[in-house]
């Protein structure tokens, strides 16, 4: 990625939060008009239903707390999880998905499922790591790379998904 991409995802990503928020107080342009000073260019905003999508001339971001319809359905997705939230994204170079899960079931389990199965959905396991008693696993299929991050957070345990274009 580019410097210009990384810090038009860092700034969309940081305004996608507030956004939904500064949208009932301050209005739409408010919003686009943040994302433009901040990238130089247009933007377009439209939050519907909990859901923010943001047009750049760079591409499109999108948020919500469900999983976007165009999710790899290739990417293992722990039974019984809870979808906090999501971003996808489709950029001239590329694009991406985040899923952030959460689940009441022990980190050992969740990290011996996940283990198991993302290369049971055909991905080349590359790298896993634990740490501070968490998981981060790394793979690669195709043109595709996916981090899976597993740690204890509470009585919860969250779950993070990150599928890019290599």
Known sequence: MNKKT???????????????????FLGKSAAERAIEAATGGNADVNSDDGDVTVKTDDGTWSTSAKLPA???????????????????SAQQQGGGHYAGLEITDSIDKVMSWYKSEVPAKGWKVNASYEVDGGLMLGGTKDTRELVVTISKDGDKVAIGLVVTQK
């Open 6 to 24: 990384l810090t038009i995802a860092g700034v969309v990503v940081a305004v996608l939060v507030v956004a939904g928020a500064a949208n009932r």
């Open 70 to 88: 165009d999710f790899p359905n290739d990417v293992p997705l722990y039974p019984g999880a809870i979808v906090q939230g999501s971003v996808a």
